[in-house]
């Protein structure tokens, strides 16, 4: 072959380099992306399951008390207030859609205990994705390292 067909075949070469440098380039930010978002979502899952352990463990507190015994409840900005407890049988639990629905502390905690279980669930699931999608995006980062060292020894895989 004459020099000038070896310089074509360097150039095409080069070329598919490139473009396929620039799809794993596209390709890697949306893996970033994306986990970026799942990252987000992993927390909000984690407060959720948080909050969850918090109903929970006030309603079994509850349980042990009186009607007319005293309690701080916290009403946010790091305030709080005294109120007296007038009833200790009954729970309002939000189960969705803006409706609420009066329980008992048992079944409180168990319908509390179930969501808590579906939101672990979730969590597992959304953390298998998460690393499901990082091992893709450290694949895209090898193979981009790979054609890197390619380009500059100016070897053509």
Not at 1 to 26: C, F, H, I, Y
Not at 65 to 94: F, H, Q, W
């Amino acid at each position: 072959m004459n020099e000038r067909g070896m310089e074509r075949e360097v150039t095409e070469g080069e070329m598919k380099q490139q473009a396929e440098a620039q799809s794993l380039v596209l390709k890697l930010r949306q893996y970033q992306a994306q986990a970026e978002t799942a990252s987000q979502e992993l927390m909000f899952v984690r407060q959720a399951i948080g909050e969850h352990e918090k109903a929970i463990e006030t309603i079994k507190q509850l349980k042990k008390m009186k009607a007319g015994d005293e309690l701080i409840v916290p009403i946010g900005a790091n305030s709080s207030v005294y109120v007296t407890l007038s009833d200790t049988d009954k729970i309002i639990v939000r189960i969705g859609g803006g409706v609420s629905a009066e329980k008992n502390p048992d079944s409180s905690i168990e319908y509390l205990k179930e969501n808590k279980e579906e939101l672990e669930n979730s969590l597992r699931e959304m953390t298998g994705t998460l690393q499901r999608m990082e091992q893709e995006a450290q694949k895209l980062q090898a193979r981009l390292q790979e054609i890197a060292a390619a380009s500059s020894t100016g070897a053509v895989r």
